[in-house]
């Protein structure tokens, strides 16, 4: 069974940092196409930066508004993908979510986290 | 760079069916095989229903189709039912390194 877990929401005041964790099993991880999108609340979705598998580069593309101030990493020994943010802004406010995406022979296959709460506010 | 354009709403009555648009540009939707339509309830996590334009991931019900013309992408969902009520995003890739969004279409089952 498939299961991605996030984690590492907070209240963090302007300028603050945080790392959110996402944590998978169930399927070959260091395959995965690892994705952070967020949704501020009764928005829509925003992609907000992806990290490929090793095999394809590793390599990490960012959205605009968080390049410079978010970093994506991962650590296929211990099937986690994270989320490190500096700078924050109350704008940042929203649920995070990661996303993997793998292959599962010619179909893809496609798997969100439950999704961690980020609040920015002094 | 914009997000995609979706309609709001769209409603439809059971056993109808509703068709959502997307609509870009020749840099994104209209240049990209990587079109994606997402299904999302109220307090959930998004569910991906279509990827690479018309392919569905396993276990999708062959009701939602995807299609693209030109600048456009759409979503078909046949025969609905009470349970596909619910947010409906697009969203299509950049040049393969930048992700769009499209502002999300609430499907309302009459």
């Known amino acids: 069974e498939v299961q991605v877990v996030v984690s590492g929401g907070d209240l963090v005041k302007p300028g603050g940092s945080l790392r959110l964790s996402c944590a998978a099993s169930g399927f070959t991880f260091s395959n995965g196409w690892m994705t952070w999108v967020r949704q501020a609340p009764g928005k829509g979705l925003e992609w907000l930066g992806r990290?490929?598998?090793?095999?394809?580069?590793?390599?990490?593309d960012y959205a605009p508004p968080v390049k410079g101030r978010f970093t994506i990493s991962r650590e296929d020994s211990k099937n986690m993908v994270f989320l490190d943010m500096t700078g924050l802004k109350t704008e940042d406010t929203a649920i995070y979510y990661c996303?993997?995406?793998?292959?599962?022979?010619?179909?893809?296959?496609?798997?969100w986290g439950q999704g961690t709460l980020v609040t920015v506010s002094s | 760079q914009s997000a995609l354009t979706q309609p709001p709403s769209a409603s439809g009555s059971p056993g109808q069916s509703v068709t959502i648009s997307c609509t870009g540009t020749s840099s994104d939707v209209g240049g990209s095989i990587h079109i994606s339509w997402y299904q999302q309830h109220p307090g959930k996590a998004p569910k991906l229903l279509i990827y690479q334009v018309n392919k569905r991931p396993s276990g999708v019900p062959d009701r939602f189709s995807g299609s693209r013309s030109d600048n456009t992408a759409s979503l078909t969902v046949s025969g609905l039912q009470a349970e596909d009520e619910a947010n409906y995003f697009c969203?299509?890739?950049?040049?393969?390194?930048?992700?769009?969004f499209g502002g999300g279409t609430k499907l309302t089952v009459l």
């Open positions: 996303n993997i995406g793998v292959w599962c022979g010619n179909l893809l296959c496609d798997y």
């Open positions: 969203s299509s890739y950049v040049d393969d390194n930048l992700k769009l």
């Open positions: 990290i490929k598998p090793n095999a394809d580069g590793g390599t990490i």
